[in-house]
């Protein structure tokens, strides 16, 4: 399909990432997006809970899947892009095999998240937003997980680490490493 | 079974009664997203197992509930003992075996688990005996701890659903508002506004389809009760919304929750799902001819879509930006349809209000706030967790009643009320009786209920500039004054920060705050400047001392403080050895510690590890 598509000046697009690069894509991925499609009425109230499926399930909205979705939703695909760069839950590149969520809620804040982030950085060699070369860490910072009693909190993948310290980030790391290799 | 008529209802509300009964004994553990963090999945595993393998269920009755979030999440995993009300502390899965041999065999408490009071050193064994819970007054909250929110049974024989029932068997519509309104009831997500009225507006207003919606989108940091309202008792919230849909007369709902809160979407979708199989949502509720059902929408992850014009633009999938409200949601709302919205922590009180009356929940609070208010208590202080009280109770009851004091002892500075719209609140203002109106005018707001306690070492200006980042960050972006506005204000604050203030910086920070309260169309923007607003008003010595003297008081603006040890206090723990992030420290166990300035980030965490107070911040020039 011939389709036009000026790449905004914003969000992973700054990255380098050209259109042509989103739009490459396989059979079995194309039939896991209809799959995907298929759980939700072809309506534009479906949009988001579409991104949010495809998403968790490639962990990036793939170009073919943006298009897709614009087909059979039947929304200007303009209007799904616009929508796929608003939210934080989307991203247009790939994201790492594991997250790394550092909350920035306020009582994390004041309770000295910052440290978290920093040593995070220091030990993969990545920014908030970032991911490793080899795939597999992603750091966000992320504003309040709404576990504040907790605070300091960080999500490595799915655990949740309460009153984290700084210290305790290489071995959360190496345990990851450990599950994905 | 499926309830099909209003008598269906109560036979199964009996049977629900019955099999609660089975139980004589029940071990509650709390599985909250903060409990479970702490590995209280693997502690309600091993509860099953030994009551299984050790014949328990059937010799004593006892059985295991995994419950919603207890509260106290200081001190958890939290495991409760009922009818007993024996509450255990910083449970871990090798504590089960004693807990079973000596409670629920022998009868007696294991004393090194129950919480230790702070301020006399005594361990409490009743959790209603203990501080943080003694005070409490737990409405919206009534149930969470209580029940296992995936089984509705419990719920049932709970009370759930009996609002409902009411509603449904013995009021009409406009009875259901008048109830609503005359308890005083008002929006629980932070505008306070009057929740009969909003009904009323929506009952009368023309439309074929109408909607309630229920704001789950949490994104005020430092709150998290509407996540552990969804996650212990969603119940409570359908309950409600099919009451408030039964008075508007509407007939479709969605539940919008945030999308960082995976756990409420598990437990709110089992809930709807199980109401639906039991009767109490879909085609003709209980034989009465009212249908009503609800849906789940997930957030994307975007703070300004807990407005509420930027909500329903997101569930209808589109880019959540705000729109003008010379259109009331209640005449155009989702779909332009009629809608009413309201907040999680409201709808959870709609049930209630309803079974026991409008008089009983008006005899609580102040004059003009009627009922209880849930709260996240956080920060620098000693218990943290949730607390519901009635309206009008002081700070002062809140942060050091219930909530112990600030954590060490430190000086108490500031509570942060509101989230990114509202406030500080000093010292002084710490006998404030808290509701919406009290907090509105000392410059603060109450928002969603999270109430962040700040000590010394906290400093005013990095607060500000914090909600500045996450406010630009989360600004939808279309009004000039909060896009723009917000980028030149941190730009000022940042330069404060690093020594470059000059005189000026607080009247441009001023003019910019005036305009961005002026200009901007949603509250998100009108209300972006009020951290500001309130720390120049409460705290505007911190700011000169940042400009006219480059020092950071707090001891946090990395650029203007060093830090030293003081060798006269300095015990050689090597606690602040071991917290260094950058092997700035030198030292032996035992012997002095010397910080090197050169290596020194200035990051404070030695300044927080050493429990001798023998870590100094200091102004950086005068150290040169």
Known sequence: MNVMVRAPGAGPFRQGVQMSDLLQHEDAELAAIDGILARYPAAEPSLIQVLQDIQRQFRYLPGAALLRTSEVLGVPLARVMSVATFYKAFSLVPVGKVVIKVCMGTACHIRGADLLIQEVERQLGIKPGQTTDDGMFTLVSVNCVGACAMAPVMIVGEKYHGTAKAAQIPAALEAEREVHA | ?624
């Not at chain 2, 008048?178 to 439309?207: M, P």
């Not at chain 2, 300004?304 to 209640?330: D, F, N, W």
Request: glycine share 12%.
């Open chain 2, 1 to 624: 079974m499926k309830a099909l008529k209003l008598d269906d209802f109560c036979s199964m509300v009996k049977h629900a009664k019955a099999e609660a009964a089975v139980a004589r004994r029940s071990v509650l553990v709390c599985c909250g997203t903060g409990c479970l963090a702490n590995g209280s999945a693997e502690i309600a595993a091993e509860f099953e197992k030994q009551m299984e393998s050790r014949g328990l269920r059937a010799s004593l009755g006892v059985y295991t509930k995994k419950t919603g979030c207890h509260g106290f999440c200081e001190r958890g995993p939290l495991v409760l003992v009922e009818p007993d009300g024996i509450l255990y502390a910083k449970v871990k899965a090798r504590d089960v075996t004693e807990i079973l041999d000596k409670t629920i065999v022998g009868g007696e408490t294991v004393e090194r688990l129950l919480y230790k009071n702070p301020v006399d050193g005594q361990r409490i064994e009743k959790y209603r005996d203990i501080p943080f819970y003694k005070y409490q007054t737990r409405i919206s909250m009534r149930r969470i701890g209580h029940i296992d929110p995936a089984n509705l049974d419990d719920a049932l024989a709970a009370g759930a659903y009996q609002g409902l029932y009411k509603a449904l068997s013995s009021l009409t519509p406009d009875q259901v508002i008048d109830e609503i309104t005359a308890s005083g009831l008002r929006g629980r997500g932070g505008a306070g506004f009057v929740t009969g009225r909003k009904w009323k507006s929506a009952r009368k207003a023309k439309g074929d389809r109408k909607f309630v919606l229920c704001n789950g989108d949490e994104g005020d940091p430092g709150a998290f009760k509407d996540r552990s309202i969804m996650e212990g008792d969603p119940h409570a919230v359908i309950e409600g919304m099919a009451i408030g849909a039964y008075a508007v007369g509407a007939s479709e709902g969605y539940i919008y929750v945030r999308d960082e809160y995976p756990l409420a979407v598990v437990h709110v979708q089992k809930a709807i799902d199980s109401a639906r199989e039991h009767g109490l949502l879909g085609e003709n509720i209980l034989g009465t001819g009212f249908s009503f059902d609800l849906k789940i929408s997930r957030g994307g992850g975007a703070f300004v879509c807990g407005e509420s014009s930027a909500l329903m633009r997101s569930i209808e999938g589109r880019t959540g930006e705000p729109r003008a409200k010379y259109v009331h949601a209640t005449d155009k709302g989702l779909f332009d349809l009629p809608t009413v919205l309201n907040n999680v922590e409201t709808w959870s009180d709609v049930g209630v209000i309803v079974e026991k009356g409008s008089a009983w929940f008006a005899s609580m609070g102040t004059p003009k706030c009627k009922g209880t208010k849930a709260f996240s208590l956080v920060g620098k202080v000693r218990n943290t967790g949730l607390v519901e009280l009635p309206m009008g109770e002081t700070l002062r009851h809140l942060i050091y009643d219930i909530g112990g004091g600030t954590l060490k002892d430190r000086p108490f500075k500031a509570v942060q009320t509101g989230g990114p719209s509202g406030g500080c609140l000093p010292a002084d203002k710490l006998d404030l009786p808290v509701d919406y109106e009290a907090l509105t005018d000392a410059g603060s707001m109450m928002g969603s209920g999270g109430m962040i306690v700040m000590d010394d070492r906290t400093c005013m200006v990095n607060i500000a500039w914090y909600f500045i980042n996450f406010l630009i960050e989360e600004s939808c972006g279309k009004c000039t004054p909060c896009r723009d506005g917000l980028y030149q204000m941190r730009a000022i604050f940042e330069d404060i920060m690093a020594g470059r203030g000059k005189d000026g910086d607080i009247e441009r920070i001023e003019a910019l705050c005036e305009g961005m309260k002026l200009g901007s169309l949603c509250e998100l923007g009108k209300s972006a400047a009020n951290p500001v607003v309130s720390t120049l008003q409460y705290f505007r010595d911190e700011y000169e001392a940042h400009i006219k003297d480059h020092t950071c008081p707090a001891g946090v603006c990395r650029e203007l403080t060093s830090y030293r040890i003081d060798a006269e206090t300095c015990t050689g723990c090597h606690q602040c050895f071991k917290a260094c992030p950058v092997g700035a420290i030198s030292g032996k166990p035992k012997e002095k510690h010397v910080i090197a300035t050169d290596k020194c980030i200035s990051c404070g965490a030695c300044f927080d590890a050493c429990p001798e107070d023998a870590i100094k911040h200091l102004a950086r020039h005068l150290v040169g």
